[in-house]
């Protein structure tokens, strides 16, 4: 079965944080890692799709299906498992909505609360490198 793929905005010092975290708790690696608009996102994601994609985080699931805003922040923790997939579960008994809303600000404001990155794919140690693609 494939992984789930987050893909990122790489230009998103919030974006780059948020994958960080994944990465170093995804103990299983059921999780890869690639920039939105990068080669793996147009490979995986139809062109017809990638037009009404956030420009945040995007999760592709195993079977196809597309998780954007607060889902994908859900879906993503889910995928760690444990005590982050109950967080998740939790997250999920609040109204779509309102946990949309939430993301939505911090989206709008997460440009001027986080330093813009020098490069598309976030600092990482070594042995983590192998988990993302272009």
């Known amino acids: 079965m494939a992984p789930a793929r ?17 990465v170093r708790r995804d103990r299983a690696g059921r999780l890869r890692f690639a920039p939105l608009g990068g080669e793996t996102f147009a490979a995986l994601v139809p062109s017809e ?11 592709l699931a195993e079977d196809g299906g597309l998780y954007v805003r607060s889902a ?34 911090v989206a709008r404001a997460r440009r001027r609360l ?13 042995g983590f490198a192998k988990r993302f693609d272009p």
């Not at 859900?74 to 939430?102: C, F, N, Q, T």
């Not at 986080?114 to 070594?126: I, K, T, Y």
């Open 72 to 105: 994908a922040v859900l879906r993503a923790l889910r995928e760690l498992g444990g005590g982050w997939a109950l967080l998740a579960r939790a997250g999920a008994l609040m109204p779509a909505g309102v946990r949309d809303a939430v993301y939505d600000a």
């Open 49 to 59: 799709a990638r037009g009404r994609l956030p420009d945040s985080l995007v999760l």
């Open 6 to 22: 987050i893909f990122y905005d790489g230009d998103c010092g919030l974006c780059h944080g948020a994958v960080r975290f994944l």
């Open 114 to 126: 986080f330093a813009r990155p020098r490069q598309s794919c976030p600092v990482l140690p070594p």
